[in-house]
């Protein structure tokens, strides 16, 4: 049995196991997936320890995914793009570094939440490994307004500066990007607000001006649990007809890892649909 696993810290509410469990069994692959959360300082160890132990893949979650890409001798081009890594590959006796994040956000808004993203304003939260990895995609999926907000301005300048130089994504795409602090986020319509940020997980939600929070808004926390995430009630609490959490993008990104490593691409609706019930 391959062996593959999820490695972050936090890392036990991960449902990635059981995805991936799903997927395999859907497609007949003889697989095994687990939960590995080594302490911050010891994260190059424990992928190095898995590795020697016949590891063939990881996912990585946070708040490792820098640190992931730093670790590859081969990346994609949205790895590059991201600067960040969510997924390993060591089949080939090297590190290979992806990242599905921004693939599986986009598939999860425009195929399973039916939302068109093609000339739409976006607010994103947040600065870090999960921001990183969704600014290309969103971009090619023809977004036109980006704003990235963080506590710190300068970090998403910073961000937004390193991708700029990443040569993985076309100037004139970045020329629709602004950074700014969450005490500066410009006035106007936002048809998605989406969360980066971890804060969902410690109760906590990003200091925002009420106006953000438009009617016809989306609000999408790329956190998932049991019922609404801290992030999706501000925003209902705000006003906005729909906010969803990040299950759906966890699916999707999960599916486009499995394909990387495995070779085949499994359905996602049924392992989201069941998921979802699961978690009411």
Same mark, same amino acid.
């Given at each position: 049995?391959?062996?593959?696993?999820?490695?972050?810290?936090?890392?036990?509410?991960?449902?990635?196991?059981?995805?991936?469990?799903?997927?395999?069994?859907?497609?007949?692959?003889?697989?095994?997936?687990?939960?590995?959360?080594?302490?911050?300082?010891?994260?190059?160890?424990?992928?190095?320890?898995?590795?020697?132990?016949?590891?063939?893949?990881?996912?990585?979650?946070?708040?490792?995914?820098?640190?992931?890409?730093?670790?590859?001798?081969?990346?994609?081009?949205?790895?590059?793009?991201?600067?960040?890594?969510?997924?390993?590959?060591?089949?080939?006796?090297?590190?290979?570094?992806?990242? $599905?994040?921004?693939?599986? @956000?986009? %598939? =999860?808004?425009?195929?399973?939440?039916?939302?068109?993203? +093609? !000339?739409?304003? #976006?607010?994103?939260?947040?600065?870090?490994?999960?921001?990183?990895?969704?600014?290309?995609?969103?971009?090619?999926?023809?977004?036109?307004?980006?704003?990235?907000?963080?506590?710190?301005?300068?970090?998403?300048?910073?961000?937004?500066?390193?991708?700029?130089?990443?040569?993985?994504?076309?100037?004139?795409?970045?020329?629709?990007?602004?950074?700014?602090?969450?005490?500066?986020?410009?006035?106007?319509?936002?048809?998605?607000?989406?969360?980066?940020?971890?804060?969902?997980?410690?109760?906590?939600?990003?200091?925002?001006?009420?106006?953000?929070?438009?009617?016809?808004?989306?609000?999408?926390?790329?956190?998932?649990?049991?019922?609404? $995430?801290?992030?999706?009630? @501000?925003? %209902? =609490?705000?006003?906005?007809?729909?906010?969803?959490?990040? +299950? !759906?993008?966890? #699916?999707?990104?999960?599916?486009?890892?499995?394909?990387?490593?495995?070779?085949?691409?499994?359905?996602?609706?049924?392992?989201?649909?069941?998921?979802?019930?699961?978690?009411?």
């Amino acid at each position: 049995m391959d062996r593959y696993a999820v490695m972050g810290y936090p890392v036990a509410h991960s449902l990635s196991p059981q995805i991936h469990a799903l997927f395999a069994k859907a497609t007949g692959q003889p697989m095994v997936y687990e939960r590995i959360g080594p302490h911050p300082e010891a994260f190059e160890e424990a992928v190095a320890q898995f590795r020697s132990q016949g590891g063939k893949g990881l996912n990585i979650t946070l708040p490792f995914k820098e640190r992931a890409y730093a670790l590859a001798d081969r990346r994609s081009a949205r790895a590059q793009a991201a600067g960040a890594a969510n997924t390993l590959d060591f089949r080939a006796g090297d590190i290979y570094a992806d990242n $599905t994040d921004g693939v599986g @956000l986009v %598939r =999860d808004l425009e195929r399973n939440l039916g939302c068109k993203l +093609l !000339g739409r304003s #976006v607010l994103l939260l947040g600065a870090g490994g999960a921001a990183r990895g969704v600014v290309e995609p969103l971009l090619a999926a023809g977004v036109t307004r980006l704003v990235v907000a963080n506590r710190t301005p300068s970090r998403a300048e910073i961000l937004l500066d390193q991708l700029r130089h990443s040569g993985g994504i076309a100037p004139d795409r970045m020329s629709h990007c602004m950074a700014c602090g969450l005490d500066g986020i410009p006035q106007g319509s936002y048809h998605f607000i989406i969360n980066a940020t971890s804060g969902s997980l410690s109760g906590e939600v990003p200091a925002l001006p009420g106006w953000v929070f438009g009617p016809q808004a989306l609000a999408y926390d790329m956190v998932y649990g049991k019922g609404s $995430t801290p992030f999706m009630t @501000l925003a %209902r =609490d705000q006003g906005v007809a729909r906010s969803v959490d990040g +299950l !759906g993008m966890l #699916v999707e990104q999960a599916a486009e890892s499995f394909h990387l490593w495995r070779g085949v691409y499994p359905e996602t609706a049924p392992v989201l649909q069941l998921l979802r019930a699961e978690l009411g």
